[in-house]
């Protein structure tokens, strides 16, 4: 078998990307303006919301939305111990308490019995993560914040508007996912959405937020606070200050800078449009997998079915009955094949900073269990058939 080198995920440009940055380069205008905003209007429109903003990352998009709800000191926030970082650390960051929920057995989703019970009068909000690009069960994430809706306590008029606990999905893998036929973005109260390099639609580094109608709160008053919080407080961005006469502003909070720029726009906008094809060369990349594996001792995610739509960000397998080492061995054996894979992911309170805020992976029991025989399989849209073929017949080949 000859040897073939596959990355694990390159950005998938071009010449359509290019065209955007050049243009933009050659407009003479590259921070946050008119590409950005365009952008946003497109994402709204996608996601079915009133409204989209766009920041440097998904964490931004997370952390702002923590602030714009006044959640702090004193307040809980519950997400699931089997994530990457930024889904707990941004509670950290506007320094309310996490609280971790394990998931439930054989499955990267929390477990909604355990959500239940973890919830507190101090409890204001929930982060569920969209692992692979697959939405989460929302409707019983809902149900328990329902019949937890005796226990919330507002502590402000924002607050007061939801009058229960809120919903902000990390969706960070899931833009372009659905589920009953409602698109990721319009089911959970916030939404945040990722475009790193590694991911399906990318502006290089860049996230978006989007939100469901809010009974009583105007949404321009929403997206107001988000550029506040992005760009210092200041009360104008720099394209509104290029207005005749307009340089006068003013500073409402010393608050924080995390726009994005026109140059990322740009980018978006491109691979917005070409965003169709790219979902849909996913899913036969996919299928191609999953056709390849049937039979043998290597469990896959439902990325398909006639509930659910997934945006296919990764492929994620567990192989049945084999130990943490045997699993790293694979991913070495994989690698002398030229094939990285990845590991998605190592449970929170295995990782130090969380060990130190008191998490203890013994409690945590079941994503210890998903991850310890967990493998990544590369999964982008450079990759082609012949590129498939070669990473089944290797991973067959190791796995036996």
């Not at 921070?31 to 989209?52: D, L, M």
């Not at 790193?196 to 109608?213: M, P, Q, R, S």
């Not at 210092?232 to 509104?240: F, M, S």
């Amino acid at each position: 078998m000859r040897k073939i080198n596959i990355p694990f995920s390159p950005p998938d440009m071009s010449e359509e990307e290019i065209k955007e940055v050049i243009d933009t380069l050659k407009s003479g205008w590259i921070t946050t303006g008119p590409k950005v905003k365009e952008f946003e209007r497109e994402i709204a429109e996608y996601c079915h919301t009133s409204k989209a903003v766009c920041l440097n990352s998904a964490t931004a998009c997370m952390e702002m939305t923590l602030r714009l709800l006044g959640i702090g000191p004193g307040d809980e926030v519950i997400t699931s111990a089997y994530t990457y970082t930024a889904s707990c650390s941004v509670i950290c960051h506007v320094g309310a308490t996490p609280v971790l929920v394990d998931v439930k057995k054989d499955s990267f989703e929390m477990d909604y019995d355990q959500l239940a019970d973890k919830i507190t009068d101090k409890t204001k909000a929930i982060i569920p993560v969209d692992l692979a690009g697959i939405m989460c069960d929302y409707d019983k994430i809902f149900e328990v914040v329902e019949a937890k809706k005796n226990v919330f306590k507002a502590n402000n008029e924002i607050q007061k508007a939801f009058n229960r606990i809120i919903v902000l999905a990390d969706a960070a893998h899931a833009f372009g996912a659905s589920r009953k036929g409602k698109m990721c973005g319009e089911v959970a109260d916030f939404t945040s959405f990722s475009f790193h390099a590694v991911k399906n639609l990318t502006t290089a580094e860049g996230g978006a937020v989007v939100w469901k109608d809010i009974k009583g709160i105007d949404n321009e008053w929403i997206y107001k606070q988000y550029q506040l919080l992005s760009l210092h407080g200041q009360t104008k961005d720099a394209l509104n200050k290029t207005k005749l006469g307009a340089w006068e502003y003013d500073i409402m909070l010393p608050a924080y800078k995390c726009n994005m720029t026109d140059i990322m726009g740009g980018i978006g906008l491109a691979q917005l449009k070409r965003y169709p094809k790219l979902l849909a060369r996913r899913k036969e990349i996919i299928d191609k997998y999953n056709e390849g594996f049937k039979g043998l001792n290597i469990q896959v995610l439902n990325h398909y079915n006639e509930t659910h739509q997934s945006s296919g960000h990764l492929y994620l397998t567990r192989i049945n009955g084999i130990t943490l080492e045997q699993r790293n061995k694979i991913i070495e054996l994989m690698a002398e094949k030229g094939i990285a894979c990845n590991v998605h992911y190592k449970p929170l309170p295995m990782l130090t900073a969380y060990k130190n805020l008191g998490f203890d992976i013994a409690d945590y029991p079941n994503a210890y269990n998903q991850f310890i025989n967990e493998i990544t399989l590369p999964l982008h849209t450079k990759l082609t058939d012949e590129e498939v073929e070669y990473v089944i017949d290797c991973f067959k080949e190791v796995v036996k």
